[in-house]
């Protein structure tokens, strides 16, 4: 099942700040964020582990929630170039493997 | 630089048609994915390759079979292509997790394939 990502669209101005969320019904081991721009394919931004190690973007920070099966992506002072997609993918507990199961995405549109 | 090509960009087929999508990396990852994208339904996983001649089913197999010959190479194939397989379909490739089977490692896309069945 996927895990649900709120909010579905989010439009900002330069330097704004926005929260995207994601949800799963299942415990997880870990949370990828992925971010796409129009056109192009997604791009890794960050991981978050059980646990509380992280490993990714300078500018772009997130929370992970164990007990709660949630994540919270924070991006703050928002510029032109953060426009795109938002991903989440989710690393169940169960699945042994190396798979992740991605949200539906969150659109943000960042303009001047 | 960490690269995943896909071996077109645009695809139009026919009906019934058989359909090979293939996808190339050259960094030495273990795992393979297969993703199609279509609007307000994200990324949904078809079929994941852990190693040569090694797959699991993703979320939506169905209609879908996969071929992993090669470490870099895996191949996506619509056996008898249908009309509701129309959708943009990309590859992936990560380096295998810890023993274990979690994964630390991102993923690495492809540009993607839009294929359009007539």
């Known amino acids: 099942q996927q895990p649900v990502q709120s909010p579905q669209a989010v439009i900002l101005r330069e330097g704004e700040d926005a929260v995207i969320n994601c949800s799963s019904s299942?415990?997880?081991?870990?949370v990828h964020w992925y971010r796409q721009k129009h056109g192009e394919a997604p791009v890794f931004l960050m991981i978050?582990?059980?646990?509380?190690e992280q490993k990714g973007h300078e500018k772009i920070s997130a929370s992970f929630n164990e007990k709660k099966q949630q994540s919270s992506l924070y991006l703050t002072a928002s510029q032109l170039s953060y426009s795109g997609t938002y991903f989440c993918?989710?690393?169940?507990?169960?699945?042994?493997?190396?798979?992740?199961?991605f949200g539906t995405g969150t659109r943000l549109q960042v303009f001047p | 630089d960490v690269k995943v090509t896909q071996s077109s960009r645009y695809l139009v087929k026919r009906t019934g048609e058989k359909v090979f999508l293939e996808c190339v990396q050259d960094?030495?990852?273990?795992?393979m994915f297969w993703y199609r994208q279509d609007p307000g339904l994200g990324l949904r996983l078809i079929y994941f390759?852990?190693?040569?001649?090694?797959?699991e089913k993703g979320d939506i197999p169905e209609g879908y079979s996969v071929s992993r010959e090669k470490k870099e190479r895996f191949s996506l194939i619509l056996e008898s292509a249908s009309t509701n397989q129309t959708s943009m379909y990309l590859c992936?490739?990560?380096?295998?997790?810890?023993?274990?089977?979690?994964?630390?490692?991102?993923?690495?896309f492809g540009p993607g394939t839009r294929l359009t069945v007539l």
């Open positions: 960094m030495d990852h273990e795992n």
């Open positions: 299942k415990a997880l081991y870990s």
């Open positions: 992936a490739s990560g380096s295998a997790g810890l023993a274990g089977g979690n994964s630390y490692n991102e993923q690495f």
């Open positions: 390759s852990y190693d040569v001649k090694m797959k």
């Open positions: 993918g989710t690393e169940a507990e169960s699945y042994n493997t190396d798979k992740l199961i």
């Open positions: 978050l582990l059980k646990g509380g």
